[in-house]
């Protein structure tokens, strides 16, 4: 990309995520965008079709760095248990909290990053669990299901709590990992 380029939609980007913390989605305009950014409204119509397009760039941008996330997480389990990762992906995406807070909040009819990350969540587990040779006591749609509400429940509470009360998150953590302990028993049958 070029670098002109790059500049510019990294100002609209953050110019966005400041006005979205400021206010809702719905009282943003594109007019405001570009004056707090100081760029043209040529110049941000070159970039994106109007505010919904750079929300679903926004949104998509960050879905893949978490989706990254999610992914190697699991690649690096081997065959473990899917849970016991849980801590590990949340820890990971408090790197990525204001994005993630800005984009949970922004849930409705059209835009439900939520379902978006749940759906992602759900399919790294279920695909795992089809290549795993380990036998269920449950069906893989039920474990998976279950791991996304789970995980996602998880990574919200560690995103809200990670700047407030960092001790806090310390010990979801760890409340997360024995928790992981007590499930790994229960899914799997014995061999």
């Given at each position: 990309m070029n670098v002109r380029i790059f500049k510019t939609t990294n100002t609209i980007y953050e110019t966005f995520k400041t006005l979205l913390r400021e206010k809702n989605f719905d009282k943003i305009?594109?007019?405001?965008?570009?004056?707090?950014?100081?760029?043209?409204?040529?110049?941000?119509?070159a970039?994106?079709?109007?505010?919904?397009?750079?929300?679903?760039?926004?949104?998509?941008?960050?879905t893949s760095i978490?989706?990254?996330?999610?992914?190697?997480?699991?690649?690096?389990?081997?065959?473990?248990?899917?849970?016991?990762?849980?801590?590990?992906?949340?820890?990971d995406?408090?790197?990525q909290n204001k994005d993630i807070q800005l984009l949970l909040k922004l849930n409705s009819p059209e835009f439900q990053f939520e379902k978006s990350?749940?759906?992602?969540?759900?399919?790294n587990c279920f695909k795992w669990l089809e290549k795993s040779n380990k036998k269920?006591?449950?069906?893989?749609?039920?474990?998976?299901l279950l791991y996304s509400n789970i995980a996602l429940s998880s990574i919200k509470?560690?995103?809200?709590?990670?700047?407030?009360?960092?001790?806090?998150?310390?010990?979801?953590?760890?409340f997360i990992s024995s928790m992981q302990n007590s499930i790994l028993g229960t899914i799997f049958l014995s061999e």
């Amino acid at each position: 990309m070029n670098v002109r380029i790059f500049k510019t939609t990294n100002t609209i980007y953050e110019t966005f995520k400041t006005l979205l913390r400021e206010k809702n989605f719905d009282k943003i305009s594109v007019n405001e965008i570009c004056k707090k950014s100081l760029i043209s409204k040529s110049t941000f119509y070159a970039h994106f079709a109007d505010k919904y397009d750079l929300l679903e760039h926004f949104s998509d941008k960050t879905t893949s760095i978490l989706e990254e996330i999610i992914r190697r997480r699991f690649k690096a389990m081997d065959y473990q248990n899917p849970f016991s990762i849980l801590d590990k992906i949340a820890n990971d995406t408090v790197s990525q909290n204001k994005d993630i807070q800005l984009l949970l909040k922004l849930n409705s009819p059209e835009f439900q990053f939520e379902k978006s990350l749940q759906q992602i969540l759900y399919e790294n587990c279920f695909k795992w669990l089809e290549k795993s040779n380990k036998k269920l006591k449950f069906t893989k749609d039920f474990t998976a299901l279950l791991y996304s509400n789970i995980a996602l429940s998880s990574i919200k509470f560690s995103l809200e709590i990670s700047e407030k009360e960092p001790e806090y998150l310390k010990n979801h953590i760890a409340f997360i990992s024995s928790m992981q302990n007590s499930i790994l028993g229960t899914i799997f049958l014995s061999e």
